[in-house]
Nanobody
């Protein structure tokens, strides 16, 4: 299983970015793909996850971020709107077999490399 995250960049507060996670070796429609982020000096934290039963979000991003997937492309997206400086972090996508959208990083077996998101004030 391999994951490739992309789409990060520098954006002003209030702006938008869309991250992509290309997944190979795992069927995204029947398993779980999640997004985590790690800010400098902080622990990695859960952002969002999508499974065959739906999606879930951290409270800090609810209403601003939307996770989706294109099953044919094997790609999961994270649309980030109304970005804030506190959203600045390295964003990682991760995958696990099963249907439970676990919000803990040790529940995920496969990880992509990170993509940097920087939000300027």
């Amino acid at each position: 299983v391999q994951l490739q995250a992309s789409g990060g960049g520098l954006v002003q507060a209030g702006g938008s970015l869309r991250l992509s996670c290309a997944v190979s070796g795992l069927t995204i429609s029947s398993n779980v793909v999640g997004w985590f982020r790690q800010a400098p000096g902080k622990e990695r934290e859960f952002v969002s996850a999508i499974s065959r039963s739906g999606d879930g979000y951290a409270d800090s991003v609810k209403g601003r971020f939307t996770i989706s997937r294109d099953n044919a492309k094997g790609t999961v997206y994270l649309q980030m709107n109304s970005l804030k400086p506190e959203d600045t972090a390295v964003y990682y996508c991760a995958a696990r077999y099963g249907s439970a959208r676990a919000p803990t990083e040790n529940s995920y077996d496969y990880w992509g490399q990170g993509t940097q998101v920087t939000v300027s004030s």
